[in-house]
């Protein structure tokens, strides 16, 4: 199944299930640190859910959201894990773009970054920048400024962790100004995250249901609390990063590859049944065709 960074495969290989399959259970697509429970997954149609985290499902027993909820861990792992990725140390340090979308603008400018880059210190030098695929044409020319603009490719790519992790497994440390999913990736791969303190504002101009109009990440209450933990430039992740991003990631509290197979199982039988799983069904088949033509 094509699907955005490929994250459906991902799942039906860990179940051990073919690629073919429809994929009923929604599922969090990436590094939540929002307050409340976001829209998209409190009224998903599928009666199932998967979450990454013991945190996540806790907003969703907060909420009283009538699914049945899984804790399945960060679906990249299982790629990471599956191919045994490790660090190679090829390059410094890579700098990752807070990225926008269709329906999101971010204030960041190229400015902006080359500005925060020319204030680190040199020994983490050089800085190429790693722009999401929504973002790298608006960044690129930073190319005419000396800079090495990479991006992990098209969002609708079932080989997006593939390139994801041949990326970032090339660096010695990784920097940003803005927490995003990125940092715990790097973190679990050994390489040490640091956080400039000047986060990128942003405008919802095309009415996404998970955001307000104007927003900061910095401003959730879990990533302020968080963020210190990244405060310092050091050469290997500390402790404390190490346990957030094991916690973050869901490595300790996911469940087993029998256990996922036999819900992907599950949620397919109940949408026979079942009204909500019935649409996640027609979506899940529908949806490859609509990410091809993207």
């Known amino acids: 199944m094509l699907s955005g960074y490929g994250q459906d495969n991902l799942f039906l290989e860990r179940a051990e299930l073919p690629n073919l399959l429809p994929l009923i259970p929604y599922y969090e697509h990436g590094w939540d640190l929002t307050d409340d429970l976001i829209n998209s997954y409190k009224y998903s149609s599928s009666s199932y859910h998967f979450s990454w985290n013991i945190r996540m499902k806790e907003k ?25 990725i490790k660090k190679k140390f090829e390059k410094n340090t890579i700098f990752f773009i807070a990225h ?70 090339r660096y ?32 919802n101009f095309g009415g996404d249901k998970n955001v307000p109009y104007k927003y900061q990440v910095s401003d959730y209450k879990y990533a302020k609390k968080i963020s210190p ?37 599950e949620s397919l039988k109940n949408s026979l049944i079942n009204v909500g799983d019935a649409i996640s069904l027609m979506k899940a088949i529908i949806k490859p065709l609509y990410f091809y033509f993207k």
């Open 60 to 84: 969703f027993n907060k909420n009283n959201i009538n699914k049945k909820v899984f804790i399945t861990g960060s679906p990249f792992l299982f790629y990471k894990e599956r191919e045994d």
């Open 172 to 203: 010695s440390h990784a920097v940003s100004n803005q927490l995003g999913s990125y940092a715990l990736y790097c973190i679990n791969l050994d390489i040490p995250f640091y956080l400039l303190n000047e986060a990128p504002k942003f405008t």
């Open 229 to 265: 933990l990244f405060s310092k430039i050091i050469d290997k992740p500390s402790l404390d990063q190490k346990k957030l991003a094991d916690s973050e990631l869901g490595i300790n509290s996911r469940i087993d590859q029998l256990v996922l197979k036999k819900i992907v199982l």
């Open 100 to 169: 926008s979308t269709p329906l999101i603008k971010s204030d960041t400018t190229i400015e902006t970054i080359d500005n925060l880059i020319k204030k680190l210190p040199d020994n983490l030098k050089p800085i190429d920048i790693c722009c999401h695929y929504f973002d790298y044409k608006n960044f690129k020319s930073m190319e005419k400024l000396g800079y090495n603009v990479i991006t992990a490719g098209k969002v609708f790519s079932n080989d997006y962790p593939k390139a994801f992790y041949n990326m970032i497994s």
